[in-house]
């Protein structure tokens, strides 16, 4: 998934391969990624830890004691089917001067919901698509009655065989 190196020194020699960029570019890679972070990628009371990919990144433990949510969790993971993932979205074609919004719904090439558009910046982004969905077509409908086309990747870095 990358570093994210804060210092006061020469930050370059310390990472091999390394670059520096602005908290923009950080953004976009982690977007690129498929990593959410904050409120935005995860709100509160709606985002749901194994559909988020938190087990993916040892965020989730099925070992420890009692924490909020155990019992959905457990009984996901235990069950092996997760519907829905947060996937890396790339929107094609020219974006709204207004972006696109938080929520806004992903449709499949027949008008069918998809899943709905989480967050991003310019190009990138993600959305929480269902698994079936992420191989066809895809647009999100616009303010000024048009479309946006995107796709959908599976991130390098997400297991080879997933639940």
Not at 79 to 100: D, E, H, Q, S, T
């Amino acid at each position: 998934m990358g570093w994210r190196l804060l210092t006061q020194d020469e930050g370059l020699a310390l990472v091999p391969g390394g670059q520096l960029g602005d908290l923009r570019d950080y953004h976009r890679y982690r977007y690129q990624q498929g990593v959410p972070e904050g409120i935005h990628d995860l709100p509160p009371g709606v985002a749901l830890p194994l559909e988020s990919n938190l087990a993916f990144m040892n965020g989730v433990s099925f070992t420890k004691g009692c924490y909020m949510g155990q019992e959905l969790t457990a009984r996901t993971h235990h069950m092996g089917v997760i519907r829905k993932r947060l996937f890396p979205v790339r929107l094609l074609g020219p974006l709204p001067a207004c972006g696109i919004s938080p929520g806004a719904l992903v449709l499949t090439a027949s008008g069918q919901a998809a899943g709905k558009y989480r967050a991003g910046h310019g190009d990138v982004g993600l959305a929480l698509l269902r698994s079936e969905h992420i191989k066809g077509p895809l647009h999100i409908r616009t303010a000024e009655s048009g479309q946006v086309a995107l796709t959908a990747t599976v991130p390098d870095w997400w297991p080879t065989t997933t639940k």
